[in-house]
C-alpha cells in the first residue's frame, strides 16, 4: 500500500475529471513502464484500477484520469464526488498488463475515449525513446476528449490523429490506419469494448498477426442474459465442496465459505484472482486471458467467470 495525497483535481473533458497524486511528504513515489496501472483503495470498501497517463520518466506524480460511468457500481462515482483536492487515499505500486514492445520498429496506437490514458503515457515514452508512432485518438465529440490541449502542445502532436463521431470529415479510415502490417510494427488498442472490437476486428481481416496486437480493456463484455446456471466449486486440498448458486459470482461463494482468494477490479481485466483449474471446463467471462490462455482452460477468474461443467475443482 501506498499513501498519496491529491495534489490537483481537473475537469479534463465532460465527465472525465483529472488527478495528480502525490506522496504526502514530498518523496517519489515508485517508477512505472507505460501502459501500467494503479489500484485506488476507495472509502468505500471497492478497489479500483486506473491507468497511469503521465511521463513514465516522472517519479514525483501519477496523473490518472476517470470517467464517471453512468452505470457505476460505485467506483468512478466515488472518485468523481469524494476524492476533491487535498483528500488522502492508499493505492498499490504500479503493475503492468499493457506493456510496450519498445525493440519493434514502429508502433500504431488506437484510443477511444478515456482510453487514452494509458496510451497517452505510451506516446510519451515512444517519444523519449526516438521510437516512431502514430497517435489515432477517437471520442464521440470534442468535448468528450480529454487531454486535447496538452496533445496539441506535445512533441509528438504531429503524430496526433483525432477522429470525432460528430465530425464526419475526421472519421478513422482503417484502410489507411492499418495498412502494411509488416513483422516490425506493433499495434496498441484501449477504450470501449466495441471500439477496441472494430479496430482488432479490422487489424486482423488486414492480415496483422495476433501477436502483433496488444489491448487493454477496462471491463469484461457484459455476460449474456438467462445463461447461468448453478454449478459447483471443489477445493483441491481439502475435499470443501463450495456452490455457486445464479446471481452469484465463484469469488463471492468462496469468501462465504471461508476461501479466500484476492479480488480487485471484480469484473474480469485486471487478472487479481486468477486460479488454477484442476478439473472441469471454466466458461470464461473475462477480458484478462489470452483467447489460447481460454483454450487452455487450466485458470479462470472466480470475479466474473463460471462453469461449463457441473463441477470445477480449483488448485486451493
Known amino acids: 500500500m501506498i499513501k498519496v495525497r491529491v495534489a490537483s483535481r481537473a475537469q479534463a473533458a465532460e465527465d472525465i475529471v483529472r488527478l495528480d497524486l502525490v506522496c504526502p511528504e514530498g518523496r517519489d513515489l515508485p517508477p512505472f513502464s507505460a501502459g501500467a496501472h494503479v489500484d485506488l483503495f476507495l472509502g468505500n470498501g471497492l478497489t479500483r484500477q486506473y491507468s497511469l497517463c503521465n511521463d513514465p520518466a516522472e517519479r514525483g506524480r501519477y496523473r490518472i484520469a476517470v470517467l464517471r460511468d453512468p452505470a457505476s457500481r460505485g467506483g468512478s462515482a466515488y472518485v468523481h464526488e469524494t476524492l476533491t483536492e487535498g483528500a488522502t487515499l492508499d493505492i498499490s505500486a504500479p503493475r503492468n498488463l499493457f506493456a510496450l514492445d519498445e525493440t519493434a520498429k514502429e508502433h500504431l496506437l488506437f484510443a477511444g475515449g478515456v482510453g487514452v490514458t494509458p496510451i497517452l503515457a505510451m506516446a510519451r515514452r515512444l517519444h523519449a525513446l526516438g521510437s516512431p508512432f502514430i497517435f489515432h485518438y477517437c471520442a464521440r465529440d470534442r468535448s468528450r476528449a480529454a487531454f486535447l490541449d496538452e496533445l496539441a502542445a506535445a512533441p509528438f502532436a504531429d503524430a496526433v490523429r483525432l477522429s470525432f463521431d460528430a465530425e464526419p470529415a475526421t472519421r478513422l479510415d482503417l484502410d489507411a490506419a492499418l495498412a502494411a502490417p509488416a513483422p516490425g510494427r506493433r499495434l496498441y488498442v484501449c ?126
Open 191 to 316: 477504450g470501449p469494448g466495441g471500439f477496441m472490437a472494430h479496430v482488432i476486428d479490422g487489424a486482423l481481416a488486414r492480415g496483422w498477426a495476433p501477436d502483433q496486437i496488444r489491448k487493454e480493456h477496462f471491463a469484461a463484455a457484459p455476460a449474456p442474459e438467462g445463461e447461468d446456471r448453478p454449478f459447483e466449486l471443489v477445493i483441491a486440498s481439502t475435499g470443501q465442496v463450495v456452490p455457486v448458486a445464479v446471481g452469484q459470482t465463484a469469488a463471492q461463494a468462496l469468501e462465504e465459505a471461508g476461501v479466500f482468494v484476492p479480488v480487485s477490479c471484480e469484473q474480469g481485466v485486471c487478472g487479481t484472482c486468477l486460479t488454477r483449474v484442476i478439473e472441469g471446463e471454466p466458461d470464461h467471462r473475462d477480458a484478462f486471458q489470452t483467447d489460447a490462455e481460454k483454450l487452455a482452460g487450466d485458470q479462470f477468474t472466480p470475479c466474473c467467470s463460471r462453469a461449463r461443467t457441473p463441477r470445477l475443482m480449483l488448485d486451493l
